[in-house]
T-cell receptor
Framework: GQNIDQPTEMTATEGAIVQINCTYQ??????LFWYQQHAGEAPTFLSY????GLEEKGRFSSFLSRSKGYSYLLLKELQMKDSASYLC????????????FGTGTRLQVFP | EAQVTQNPRYLITVTGKKLTVTCSQN?????MSWYRQDPGLGLRQIYY???????DKGDVPEGYKVSRKEKRNFPLILESPSPNQTSLYFC??????????????FGAGTRLSVL
């Protein structure tokens, strides 16, 4: 079967660092994506990992360990506008386009 | 501006009244997909299309139809909507599947209520 797990909700303080974890079990793997989704809006692309290791992009970083079926999204210097849901998605190896999404982690940033 | 456009953004209808949600992309993408998003269930794929005249079922296709007569358009059709199709719907598109990243770009969403 295919399963992607991430925490349902997290809270953090403005200026802090937060790590959102994602574990996956899929029949095939061809890359992992993180999307940000503000309430009622479209998901927007944040990061992509296909090889093990850390990808850094400004305040956001994403890490992947394929052997452990594990990824995390690291958000530094949190801002109020980072309050959103963060979706972990795995691309199925059988199709280079199909994404399997986790249920998302809702992050609330407090002043 | 590169974008995926869905219409309408909001729709309230009654059980059994056929409706169509349009989706159009201006990025010359081959792949297009429809998702529904429900609380606690995440994004689930309804139908997808690898190219013109090529469509296939996703994970939750029951009660939906699609067509892909042109590359840019991928309408979602509900022939006889039912209350369990009340949801937030997203259309997405992505480029040539030969590209490594092949990022999916999403439309703004259509919030549908079926009474």
């Amino acid at each position: 079967g295919q399963n992607i797990d991430q925490p349902t909700e997290m809270t953090a303080t403005e200026g802090a660092i937060v790590q959102i974890n994602c574990t996956y079990q899929t029949s095939g793997f061809n890359g992992l994506f993180w999307y940000q989704q503000h309430a009622g809006e479209a998901p927007t692309f944040l990061s992509y990992n296909v090889l093990d290791g850390l990808e850094e992009k400004g305040r956001f970083s994403s890490f992947l360990s394929r052997s452990k079926g594990y990824s995390y999204l690291l958000l530094k210097e949190l801002q109020m506008k980072d309050s959103a849901s963060y979706l972990c998605a795995v691309r199925d190896q059988r199709s280079t386009d199909k994404l399997i999404f986790g249920t998302g982690t809702r992050l609330q940033v407090f002043p | 501006e590169a974008q995926v456009t869905q219409n309408p953004r909001y729709l309230i209808t009654v059980t059994g009244k056929k409706l169509t949600v349009t989706c159009s992309q201006n990025m010359n993408h081959e792949y297009m997909s429809w998702y529904r998003q429900d609380p606690g269930l995440g994004l689930r794929q309804i139908y997808y299309s690898m190219n013109v005249e090529v469509t296939d079922k996703g994970d939750v296709p029951e009660g939906y139809k699609v067509s892909r007569k042109e590359k840019r358009n991928f309408p979602l059709i509900l022939e006889s909507p039912s209350p369990n199709q009340t949801s937030l719907y997203f259309c997405a598109s992505s480029r040539d599947r030969a590209l490594a990243k092949n990022i999916q770009y999403f439309g703004a969403g259509t919030r549908l209520s079926v009474l």
